[in-house]
């Protein structure tokens, strides 16, 4: 169990392109930190620095307090699920939870025991003289989450981990990372491109962006107070709609709530804080037509042209709705539910 | 150069895992190599007491040598037809295996074995059956009304050769024209019969285009096999006869430098023979760098 | 695909028929001779049925071998060309599967000049450089033993280019598994990558044997000693000699003896020896 800690980490390649730009982040122990953002960002190259897979170009990453940056990955005591998984196809199931440990040298009994241990965590007990080829998708990944809990490591790394599964096993295996990294109590960090899996997984979220922090905060910050266009753009599904004040101020009848900031030109507004009908005092009022209806079981997502705003909104409307597509809507934009940004800066106001 | 994302970072381990194949490179390929290159360069007086610097004496003797080239003419006429034989029968061959399922694979093991059979075997085989006093083939022949001696006859000379070095290599060629063969979809085929094309027309015009990268590869494989692999299938057969006959250039770089002693000649038509290798080596390379992207 | 062409299939048959017969004729006329006693080849044409000298023919060549043709009996001869085969073969492999791991695996000065080295090997048979080679071999004093025999042709360019393939497809992160494990570069090799490449290795063994196997040139170079005769040059010499006294029989017997272990190889591991073949010519 330990801490990470990584102070103005960069990294430049032999050729000059600079893809981390000075991280400075601090994990708690026990914490479950996910990293997220979309590809290319620098998450994975964060990830595999942290683990040693990388060299570090400037700054220091230390784990459990002691400075790693020119530490073998063995010796950093961590332990890292791929995304491939990267079993070794030529040894069991067994061989493969064993091989760190023999490597180093860790007693034939307690080998053993905690093998066993970790494979009837797993549930994977019944595979473990199976070769990786006999096994499913969901069964390989156990006994690569297998192969990291055996070692008893300060850190768990994981690599997209639940990228290769179809979505029912990946919401199941979520789950279940979860819950087994709340019963060890491992620092872990968390590596993935999917908001929906990042939101759900996370103590606390690391939104990355061309090799920068754009925000780090608890799931729901990020979603209620995102501090960029590119939090708010990238949390939450449907995305947030974003809209040009000078357009919204154009259209006939729209006047927008004092309470926004100075030099507020973008505001953002959650699809499902959109409320249908009439609005109170303050709110904006739109209207527009019904392009197309997405239904997707307890709600349906509206996707609406307003007359003189280049995107059309999208609108999550509880329960099955009985619009039909053509049909023109009345909305209204809550004051309270606005999200202010500055066009320049990409910052909130 | 590829590598992986992550290396190893050792400093000095590389080189030692290096140095046993460098080093046998060095002493036996580039050494000897360079050695050739400056003896083509040198005449060595009788005795071997004394060399002198000529320039490309060596070089210009040669290629006015009419022996040198009638020897590079046999060469070309003798990779040309092996080439050819050796490739047309097996692609033949092959698209006969390849039409059938289960007993394709009895007819593959019972034609891809003279894979084994060394050049020099392959040559005393066929001399066997052509021997002009108890051979098989000379025997039909003279049946036939032809007189067969290619103790005497330069062209049946050349014929003998020509056909102990393309039977085996039938069965290389055999198994690579299969692969390509199986890489052709079978999605093609169907969509071109469902077009409306017979067996025949399908094979021109889908399957011929499709297997041009292996038949390219041949070529290259073959004229390489025809000029420097066939050693021993002249050795065993007619040693460069009669008349210089069947004397290729790789045949008449080891009897002027090993029977004839002739140093310089023979170093600076080893050179020749290199820069042909090189040349083939290139053009091959760089077609399957094209190919598998290195 | 439904595609019914009786003629077709008929005439597929019948190219593959008249292939093998082809294929195979020389080599059976050849067995056929090896069975006959010295007589049968005075008269007109070589006999085409068994005949009944087979025991003695193989039993003499391979106590006694031919004694007009001064070489050694063929057992003697065979052992050399098996030792040849399996020496040239496994060190082959080994220096190979070496190299391609530094290429790949490591990063180093001088890496793309080492590649190009190797790489040269490709472009220098043995049969355009025999001169300054056998000078060589001549003044390290390796004629007439195993070493000169076997030591200049265990470099060899395509099996590393092999391995170099087969190791640019491993997944990247089993390495970087590995060294989370705590594996160095060498057990990760022995533990993971040699394991790994067991199928590579053995294909590659099957051609490099029979590679070894059909030398001729070289070892009619380096050997005048009748101890180091392989049994592929030995053919050479009693065929030379039966020409002018026919015991055609007796070299028979020698060449099928010669072609037997290369030839089964090939039919019993053929599955091996075709993915060796097309693999490392790829």
């Known amino acids: 169990m330990a801490a990470i800690e990584l102070a103005g980490v960069k990294k430049t390649y032999p050729g000059g392109a600079q893809v981390i730009h000075g991280i400075d982040l601090a994990i708690g122990d026990g914490e479950l930190v996910v ?30 307090g002691a400075v790693v940056n020119t530490k073998e990955p063995a010796e950093r005591d961590i332990a890292m699920v791929f995304q491939n998984y990267a079993l070794y196809p030529h040894m069991t199931v067994r061989g493969n939870l064993e091989y760190g440990l023999k490597n180093r040298g860790t007693p034939r009994a307690e080998i053993d025991a905690r093998v066993e241990a970790a494979a009837r965590t797993l549930e994977i007990s019944q595979f473990l003289d199976r070769k990786p080829r006999q096994l499913s998708g969901g069964q390989r990944q156990r006994v690569a989450m297998g192969r990291a809990i055996v070692r008893q490591p300060k850190a768990f790394l994981f690599d997209e981990p639940l990228s290769n599964l179809d979505a029912k096993l990946r919401g199941q295996m979520r789950i279940e990372i979860r819950r087994l990294q709340r019963s060890l109590g491992t620092t872990s960090v968390y590596v993935t491109h999917d908001q929906l899996e990042a939101m759900t997984l996370a103590d606390r979220l690391v939104v990355m962006n061309g090799g920068h922090i754009e925000q780090v905060g608890k799931p729901t910050e990020l979603y209620d107070r995102p501090a960029s266009l590119f939090v708010a753009g990238f949390i939450g599904s449907p995305p947030m709609n974003l809209l040009d004040v000078a357009a919204l101020q154009a259209l006939p009848g729209v006047t927008l709530p004092d309470a926004l900031p100075d ?87 | 150069m590829q590598t992986k994302r992550t290396i190893f970072p050792n400093r000095w381990l590389p080189y030692g895992l290096l ?14 190599a360079l050695q050739a290159v400056k003896s083509s360069f040198e005449r ?43 490739m047309g029968v097996s692609l033949i061959l092959a698209v006969a295996v390849n039409r059938l399922l289960r007993s394709g694979r009895v007819y593959t093991t019972l034609l891809v074995w003279p894979y084994a059979v060394a050049p020099v075997v392959a040559g005393i085989l066929w001399w066997f059956m052509f021997n002009p006093s108890i051979g098989i083939l000379s025997y039909v022949l003279g049946q036939m009304g032809v007189t067969w001696n290619h103790r005497v006859n330069a062209d049946q000379a050349m014929i003998l050769i020509v056909l102990a070095a393309s039977w085996k290599q039938i069965s290389y060629n055999f198994l690579f024209f299969v692969a390509g063969l199986q890489s052709v979809p079978a999605s093609l085929s169907e969509a071109a019969a469902i077009d409306g094309a017979g067996p025949f027309k399908r094979f ?59 140093i310089g000649s023979s170093a600076a038509q080893s050179v020749l023979l290199m820069l042909i290798v090189i040349v083939l080596t290139v053009v091959q390379f760089r077609f399957v760098e094209r190919r598998v992207q290195y | 695909m439904v595609e019914n062409r009786p003629w077709l299939n008929v005439l597929t048959h019948l190219v593959l028929v008249v292939g093998v017969i082809i294929i195979a004729f020389p080599v059976y006329l050849a067995v056929i001779a ?68 530094a290429i790949v695996y490591f990063r180093f000065p001088l890496r793309t000049l080492a590649f190009w080295i190797i790489f040269i090997t490709l472009m220098l048979p043995v049969e355009v450089r025999i001169i300054p080679t056998f000078k060589v071999v001549a003044d390290l004093g390796l004629l007439n033993s195993y070493a000169g025999l076997t030591i200049p042709l265990i470099a060899s360019a ?42 590579n290795m053995a294909a590659l063994f099957v051609i490099l044997f029979i590679y070894g196997w059909m030398q001729y040139l070289w070892p009619l170079l380096v050997t005048t000693d009748p101890k180091f005769y392989t049994v592929v040059m030995g053919i050479k010499r009693m065929a030379a000699v039966a020409d002018a006294d026919p015991q055609w029989n007796l070299v028979m017997a020698a060449v099928v003896l010669a072609m037997l272990p290369p030839v089964l190889i090939v039919i019993f591991m053929q599955r091996l020896f075709v993915k060796g073949l097309v693999e490392t010519e790829k």
């Open chain 1, 35 to 64: 990293l997220v953002g979309p590809s290319g960002c620098g998450k994975s190259t964060l990830l595999r620095m942290i683990a040693g897979l990388e060299t570090i170009s400037d700054g220091t990453i230390s784990i459990g």
């Open chain 1, 263 to 349: 030099g507020t030109d973008i505001v953002g507004i959650r699809p499902d804080a959109i409320i249908l009908g009439t609005a109170a005092p303050g709110d904006i009022l739109l209207s527009g037509t019904v392009e197309l209806i997405e239904p997707v079981g307890g709600e349906s997502h509206l996707y609406v042209r307003v007359a003189g705003l280049e995107q059309a909104m999208i609108i999550v409307a509880q329960g099955r709705s009985e619009l039909v597509e053509a049909a023109s809507l009345d909305f209204a934009l809550p004051a309270d539910a606005l999200h202010p940004f500055s066009r320049a800066t990409g910052k909130r106001l």
């Open chain 2, 19 to 32: 140095a046993p194949q460098l080093a046998i490179t060095l002493v036996f390929f580039i050494w000897p």
């Open chain 2, 44 to 86: 060595e007086d009788p005795f071997g007491f004394k060399t002198t610097f000529i320039w490309f004496a060596n070089y210009s003797k040669l290629l006015a040598d009419p022996m040198y080239l009638n020897a590079l003419w046999r060469t070309l006429i003798f990779a040309v037809l092996v080439t050819v034989i050796a």
């Open chain 2, 204 to 262: 021109w015009t889908i399957v011929v285009p499709l297997l041009s990268p292996t038949t390219f590869f041949l070529l290259i494989v073959n004229i390489n096999y025809a000029m420097f692999d066939t050693f021993g299938v002249i050795d065993a057969t007619t040693s460069g006869g009669p008349a210089q006959s069947t004397n290729i250039l790789v045949y008449k770089v080891y009897a002027d430098g090993f029977l004839g002693l002739n």
């Open chain 3, 34 to 101: 090896s069975t006959h006693g010295p007589g049968a080849f005075l008269s007109n044409v070589v006999p085409l049925l068994p005949g009944s000298y087979m025991l003695d023919n193989y039993g003499q060549m391979l106590s006694q071998g031919m004694s007009t043709s001064g070489a050694p009996p063929l057992t003697l001869m065979l052992a050399n060309s098996l030792v040849m085969a399996i020496v040239i073969a496994v060190a082959k492999i080994a220096i190979s599967i070496i190299s391609a791991y």
């Open chain 3, 158 to 199: 395509t099996a590393t280019f092999l391995f170099r393939q087969f190791f640019l497809t491993v997944p990247d992160e089993l390495m970087e598994a590995a060294r989370v494990d705590g594996a160095g570069p060498m057990k990760f090799f022995r533990d993971i990558l040699l394991p790994l490449s067991r199928t």
